[in-house]
């Protein structure tokens, strides 16, 4: 099934998966800028397990 989205007709199975990476990378995100910018350490950061099967990308920040 298509649906509509800002970036065009998408499979539905493709708009799930990316709701569900994509907030992971901005955790993944906002964890890094709290330990080097504020030295403060998540409790409970995710990390590989939480990502395992989604396509996250390599890298926290584009080059």
Same mark, same amino acid.
């Given at each position: 099934?298509?649906?509509?989205?800002?970036?065009?007709?998408? *499979?539905?199975? #493709?708009? $799930? +998966?990316? =709701?569900?990476?994509? &907030? /992971? #990378?901005?955790?993944? #995100? %906002?964890? $890094? $800028? %709290?330990?080097?910018?504020?030295?403060?350490? &998540?409790?409970? *950061? $995710?990390? *590989?397990?939480? =990502?395992? /099967? %989604? *396509? =996250? &990308? +390599?890298?926290?920040?584009?080059?």
């Amino acid at each position: 099934k298509l649906v509509d989205v800002y970036w065009g007709k998408t *499979p539905l199975h #493709q708009v $799930l +998966e990316r =709701m569900t990476w994509h &907030p /992971g #990378q901005h955790t993944r #995100q %906002l964890a $890094l $800028l %709290l330990e080097e910018d504020f030295d403060t350490k &998540p409790d409970r *950061p $995710l990390g *590989p397990a939480e =990502m395992q /099967g %989604l *396509p =996250m &990308p +390599e890298k926290a920040w584009d080059d």
